[in-house]
């Protein structure tokens, strides 16, 4: 017998079993075998040497049009994500295929050699055109050999903001967009931001599209669309197809208030998606001191069992001019902002990344390290998952469906002072 691949003293992650030393034989794309020890050759062997054999990072929400723009046309000087919609307001009136292609495949590759092979982008829809959409649609397509690109229609101006912008929603749908998305803090009005909800949940009925919501991102206490995302999601039975993204109020919200809809949450299996590197910065802005950490209540949505899964959000851009797309720092910034430090809550921060985003995508069914899955996995420089966050481990390889992606070697650090 003789496979295309094959990974010898790996050290295999399980979501609930305990790591197991093992060999992998890829063939055809797949893994092919996964045993103790296999005995066969295969046409490229890699000893791995105990490092950690995981399934690939899930970003669960990055907006690819604007990565790489920070500083056009000019920098965030306020840091907030108001000034930040109104910079790439101007931005995207310069947006052409090729601007927002380039790019995007750029930050792409990028998080694909840190390991990630599950990414859902939003693209803006808002007027005054799809370039942006269809850039990203393209790129779908370009990329399917190596990535899964999932692409959310998203109206960063609001349905009811701008005059075409309910008519450019649609439109994106029909093209194609995967996911139908929404902003109901930032619609004109708070009766806006409740039917903006609703014509949302419509239209991922009518096209049979998921629905991923940027809602209530602002420190307003006040903010409160995720009612309504959770008691349509209750009353339309879509639960685990909806994600609610960055919910930053939540955070804000009064205990009595809050506990009262984490019961109305439990009758729902809504996603959500916080971003801890973007929101700790843009957040708190108006606050003096005491400063909001401005995230979502991470730890009390993952003790009741609910599926949260983390983006980055931003790579580059001008709502965050740093970033690099490796989901080690975002796993790492969470566990910090949300005080996640035990040793179950940092494992739990991994899988936030990971198996939890692949559910939150809805690619579980293409997604995990078992015999007959498409061969996606990426080698870590790490013996677990507390080891990998904490040393925000090199990912030494990447295979994508049966192929060597990319590598890195280990970086190595020399003594040179004194015994
Ligand atoms: N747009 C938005 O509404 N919120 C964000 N965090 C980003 C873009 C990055
Ligand atoms: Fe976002």
Redesign the pocket.
């Known amino acids: 017998m003789s496979y295309e691949l094959l990974l010898r003293n790996c050290r295999l992650l399980h979501p609930t079993e305990p790591i197991a030393p093992v060999d992998i034989a890829i063939a055809n794309g797949k893994i092919a075998a996964i045993a103790p020890e296999i005995s066969a050759s295969a046409q490229l062997e890699l000893d791995l040497a105990g490092q950690l054999v995981s399934p690939p990072f899930v970003e669960s929400h990055v907006?690819l049009d604007?990565a790489m723009t920070a500083g056009e046309p000019r920098w965030n000087q306020s840091g907030t994500?108001f000034e930040?919609?109104e910079i790439?307001r101007e931005r995207k009136q310069d947006l052409t295929l090729e601007d927002v292609k380039k790019r995007a495949i750029a930050a792409l590759k990028q998080q694909a050699m840190q390991g990630v092979l599950f990414v859902r982008s939003?693209a803006?829809v808002s007027e005054s055109n799809l370039i942006a959409l269809q850039g990203l649609l393209e790129v779908r397509e370009a990329v399917k050999d190596w990535m899964t690109l999932q692409v959310v229609a998203?109206p960063?101006d609001g349905i009811y903001g701008g005059e075409k912008n309910e008519a450019l929603m649609e439109e994106a749908l029909k093209l194609g967009a995967d996911v139908v998305g929404g902003?109901p803090h930032?619609e004109l009005t708070r009766e806006d931001g409740v039917r903006s909800v609703h014509r949302i949940f419509e239209w991922a009925e009518q096209y049979d599209r998921l629905i991923d919501i940027?809602c209530d991102?602002i420190d307003d206490d006040n903010s409160r669309f995720l009612e309504v995302v959770t008691a349509c999601a209750i009353r339309s039975g879509m639960g685990s197809r909806v994600s609610a993204?960055?919910t930053t109020a939540f955070g804000s919200y009064n205990n009595a208030y809050a506990y009262k809809l984490l019961g109305f949450l439990r009758r729902t299996a809504i996603n959500f998606i916080a971003?801890p590197l973007?929101?700790i910065t843009?957040q708190g802005r108006t606050d003096t001191y005491p400063k909001r950490r401005g995230v979502t209540r991470v730890k009390e949505l993952w003790q009741q069992g609910m599926n949260v899964s983390l983006g980055h959000?931003?790579i580059q851009?001008?709502?965050?001019s740093l970033g690099t797309g490796n989901m080690l720092d975002v796993a790492s910034m969470l566990l910090h902002v949300s005080q996640m430090t035990g040793a179950p809550e940092i494992n739990a921060c991994y899988d936030m990344v990971t198996w939890n985003g692949a559910k939150t995508l809805h690619v579980e069914d293409q997604y995990g390290v078992e015999v007959g899955n498409s061969a996606n996995l990426i080698v870590l420089d790490a013996i677990d998952r507390f080891d990998a966050i904490r040393r925000r481990a090199t990912v030494r390889y990447v295979i994508s469906q049966g192929k060597l992606l990319a590598s890195t070697d280990r970086p190595q650090m020399h003594w040179q002072g004194e015994a």
């Open positions: 907006h604007s994500l930040g919609i790439w939003h803006d998203f960063q902003i930032y940027h991102e993204s960055h971003n973007i929101n843009l959000d931003c851009d001008c709502w965050y």
